[in-house]
């Protein structure tokens, strides 16, 4: 395991951010001690831009002066870098492969839809919640395969498919309570339901996930900016 202090490691995010949330989560599974910097909205320090010229986006991991970027990057590296800690990757190479590929999903297909949800109105709002629950619903598939009747994507640990669907469940919620819709709910989706109790109960995750509430009068600040990005990679 590498042995690092705090200032060893710095992690470039702000508290909003979902990606943000996946680097903390995974440093917390591998307790690792780390220097929370938190980006201003709407700017970019200095810190950033030079430590993520090419997108110049959170998050950013800053391991012993070495910068990693992309939030599914960044929680591979901490796997394997502190690997006598608990693993957050499969060992098994189809299993590994598989969680990557969900992971993929998430990012490029579940998650733009939901962020869709509130911008939308009448029919076309309908269709876009569909589609986010029919997205949940595969996912829910996923979790039953994946799972083997245990708690996490992962098993009985919380893993690299946990991690990166488990950092959208405050902005979930906040999407359901801002477009006054059900994404997630016992009949369609049980399993994914009992999941995000234990998911957002770890030690681990407790007091990254925002609170509801929280995130509405965030997104209600950044209607006004128009827009301004999460800083999403």
Not at 27 to 50: A, R
Request: include cysteine.
């Amino acid at each position: 395991m590498a042995n690092s202090s705090s200032t060893d490691v710095k992690v470039l995010g702000a508290w909003p951010s979902p990606f943000v949330i996946r680097v903390r989560i995974a440093l917390n599974i591998k307790s690792v001690k780390y220097e929370f910097l938190e980006e201003t909205l709407g700017s970019k320090s200095q810190l950033l831009l030079q430590s993520n010229p090419v997108y110049k986006k959170i998050p950013v991991l800053i391991h012993g002066g070495k910068s990693i970027s992309e939030s599914l990057i960044i929680v591979q590296y901490i796997d394997e870098v502190w690997n006598s800690g608990p693993s957050i990757l499969h060992s098994d190479p189809y299993d590994r492969a598989i969680e990557r590929f969900w992971a993929a999903y998430v990012d490029d297909k579940l998650f733009p839809s939901m962020k869709l949800i509130n911008t939308a109105q009448g029919e076309e709002k309908a269709a876009i919640v569909e589609q986010a629950i029919e997205g949940l619903v595969l996912l829910e598939e996923a979790f039953q395969k994946s799972s083997k009747g245990k708690a996490f994507f992962g098993g009985d640990r919380i893993g690299f498919l946990d991690i990166a669907f488990g950092s959208m469940l405050g902005w979930l919620r906040a999407i359901e309570k801002m477009g006054g819709v059900k994404l997630l709910d016992e009949a369609k989706t049980p399993g994914l339901v009992q999941w995000a109790e234990c998911f957002c109960a770890d030690g681990a995750v407790k007091g990254i996930i925002p609170d509801t509430e929280k995130l509405v009068e965030f997104a209600k600040i950044l209607v006004k900016m128009k827009g301004a990005p999460l800083g999403k990679n």
